[in-house]
Structure formats: structure tokens, C-alpha cells
């Protein structure tokens, strides 16, 4: 029998990795002979880089970049040596977690470029970037800024950073963009579809979460969209309105637009990076899960991800989770065959979450249904 597992972290109790080791003791003391594979989990949000340096070997790498106010802060990214591959969670240096007071006129992704030019700098080619969870709305020409490109107004002046900048930009002077980004490759963990400008743009659906009121929005818009305007006459090109380009507020569309960036939804991206399908192509059973299963699981989270994929070779996937929602049973329709609750009796939230408990109630419940196989 083989069984492979991905598990997603069970957030605040315990990574990735662990709840997938302790799914493996479960399924051996159940299954000495079974051939079980643990691969790493998550959807490229929070948790991603920490999962895939677990699960890939990888190390961290702790830099000092801008952070969204124009300070300097602590962070760190993902550096997979074998394959020249940087990890990054763009929320470490530009995040709203990163701020006391909203301020999405003058937030900025500065630091998120100064984190890929490290990267590049120790040898980087490759890199996976989550963009979820900003606290910015300057259509990314703060990273832009970093790795080299200037944005220049009427005077030939620097606009400055954040989303007030905008509406002053003129020209984009491209040549001096550091060499060190030739030929990488740039691949963009977004699960949303929103286009830069509009209704349905960054400004309008996410500003609003990020300080923006009603007195300005409109004005915000418009200058983002003179931002690509501006773009399209220097480049040649038009992303505005493709899928994506307004994630993070506006962050996708720098990637799109002047990195030649690939954005696909993250699940997918992470799968492939941890080449989960090349092991499901002989797998029996697949084992994921998450911390909380509920009917937002079954709308595309990582474990239906997997369990997606698993139906492609006919493996039957069950399901382990922290807790079971009364709605979860829509994952079953997802493609999960069978799910089950971890916890082996009545508890406060604190002991269930225990990361000594936590594995111990996931390792028994999978000895338990493993038995059953």
C-alpha cells in the first residue's frame, strides 16, 4: 500500500510537516508495510515559505528590508539551493500586519523588491512569491523602485512611494534595472481575479480594507489607471485588465507587466513546486487536511487541491482535521471521500491546539482508520 501525505498546517498548533509526520506514525503503527510519503502543504499564504523550507530542505534566509511605513523590518524568505528557488511571502515586508495605522497613500512594496534582489543576489533564478495580505495600493512600483526602475514626473523628479504617487508619474526610465533579474523567472501564488482599475479593481474592492474612504477612492482609481496608462505607452503592453493584475493592490500588474510574472492560483502553484502528482501516479490512498474543515474548504483551500488531484489517479483521499464544521460535508462533493475530526475527547481550545497534543490526537485518529483499510 502506498500513502502519501499533505496535510496543511493546523495554524497555531502545527506546521505542515508535523502534521504530516504525525500522520505517517499513525498509518505505520496501523500499516508496518505500507510505503508512506510526506510531502509539504500550503496555498501560498501564510505559512508557505515555512512549509516549503520544512518539506523542500531549504533554509532561511533573514534579511532587514523598507517596511510598508518607509522602517526598516525584520523578515526572512525561503532559499532552496538545489534549484536556485526563492520562497517569499510579500506580506513580510509590505503586510498590514505591518502597520499601526492604515495609510494606503503613502504604504509602500519597497522592501518586497529589496528581498528579491538578495535573493538574486546569492544566485536565486527562480521564485515563488505569495501576495496575499498587503497593506499597499501602489501598484507595486515600490518593488519596482527597488529592483531598479524609475518613475519620474514632470520635473524628472522621483514621484515618491506609495499610491499618492501615482497620479504624478510621467515617465518610466527602465535602464536601469539591476542586471542581476536577467533570465529569472517569476512565478505569483494569486487566488484572485481582479483587474487594476474599476469596480471591481484594487482600489475599489480591497482599498477600502486598507484605509482607503469613500472621499478619495475615486481619485486613487484614476490615478492608478494613468499609472498604466503610462506603462502601456513605455512597455508596449496592456495587463490591466487581465486576471489578477489588481491583487494586492496592484502588485500583480507590476509582476505581469514589468517582470513578465506567471500568476496562477496558489494551491496549484505549490503543488507543482512540491511535485505532489509525480508520487499520486502509484498512490492507494492520499491523506490531507487542515486545522478547520468547513464548507470555505470545499471552495478550492489546499486539501481540495490535493484531493483534486488524487481523483486524477484514482486514489481514494481521506480528510484529518482540528475541527469539523456542521457544513463540511461539501467537501465530500469537493472530492474528498471521507474526513474525520482529531480530537480523542472533550478538551478546552488551548489543550486541543497543544502541538504535543495536536499530534498525538492526528497520529491515534490515523493509526484508528488505517486499521480499518
Known amino acids: 500500500m502506498k500513502v502519501v501525505v499533505a496535510i496543511d498546517s493546523f495554524k497555531g498548533s502545527l506546521s505542515s510537516m508535523e502534521a504530516g509526520m504525525a500522520a505517517r506514525r499513525g498509518i505505520l503503527a496501523a500499516k508496518p508495510e505500507a510505503d508512506v510519503v ?3 502543504l500550503a496555498d501560498g499564504g501564510e ?3 515555512d512549509a516549503l523550507i520544512e518539506g523542500l530542505g531549504g533554509k532561511k534566509v533573514h534579511v532587514i528590508v523598507t517596511g510598508p511605513t518607509g522602517h526598516k523590518v525584520a523578515c526572512y524568505y525561503g532559499f532552496l539551493e538545489k534549484t536556485g528557488t526563492a520562497v517569499i511571502e510579500m506580506a513580510s515586508a509590505a503586510g498590514i500586519t505591518l502597520m499601526n495605522k492604515n495609510d494606503p497613500l503613502h504604504a509602500t512594496t519597497h522592501g518586497v523588491g529589496e528581498i ?14 505569495g501576495i496575499g495580505g498587503s497593506a499597499t495600493n501602489d501598484g507595486g512600483i515600490g518593488m519596482l523602485k527597488a529592483l531598479g526602475i524609475s518613475f519620474l514626473d514632470a520635473d524628472g523628479n522621483d514621484v515618491g512611494e506609495g499610491g499618492q504617487a501615482l497620479h504624478k508619474i510621467v515617465s518610466i526610465d527602465q535602464s536601469h534595472l539591476n542586471p542581476l533579474l536577467d533570465g529569472c523567472q517569476f512565478q505569483v501564488a494569486c487566488d484572485v481575479t481582479n483587474p487594476l482599475c474599476g469596480p471591481n479593481g484594487a482600489t475599489y474592492i480591497y482599498g477600502p480594507q486598507k484605509g482607503v474612504t469613500d472621499d478619495f477612492i475615486e481619485e486613487l482609481d484614476q490615478a492608478m489607471a494613468h499609472y498604466a496608462d503610462v506603462t502601456t505607452s513605455v512597455l508596449g503592453c496592456d ?11 496592484g502588485l500583480g500588474f ?27 501516479t502509484d498512490a492507494d ?8 474543515l468547513d464548507y470555505q474548504t470545499s471552495m478550492g483551500k489546499a486539501p481540495i487541491g490535493v484531493a483534486k488531484l488524487a481523483k486524477k489517479y484514482k486514489a481514494k483521499t481521506i ?9 463540511a460535508s461539501t467537501c465530500n462533493q469537493a472530492g474528498i471521500d471521507a474526513f474525520f475530526p482529531i ?31
Do not use: W
Open 116 to 129: 528579491i534582489l538578495d535573493a538574486a543576489k546569492k544566485g536565486c533564478k527562480n521564485f515563488i512569491i
Open 47 to 49: 505559512g508557505t515559505v
Open 239 to 249: 495587463y490591466s485588465h487581465t486576471e489578477g493584475a489588481g491583487a494586492a493592490g
Open 319 to 327: 480528510a484529518f482535521a482540528g475541527s469539523v464544521s456542521a457544513d
Open 38 to 40: 510526506v510531502k509539504p
Open 343 to 373: 480530537l480523542q475527547q472533550v478538551t478546552t481550545l488551548e489543550e486541543a491546539m497543544n502541538p504535543t497534543q495536536a499530534a498525538s490526537n492526528l497520529e491515534k485518529t490515523a493509526e484508528q482508520v488505517f486499521r480499518l483499510l
Open 285 to 292: 490512498i492520499v491523506v490531507t487536511g487542515e486545522g478547520r
Open 254 to 280: 507590476a509582476f505581469l507587466s514589468y517582470l513578465k510574472a506567471s500568476l496562477t492560483p496558489g494551491i496549484d502553484l505549490i503543488l507543482n513546486a512540491v511535485d505532489l502528482e509525480k508520487e499520486l
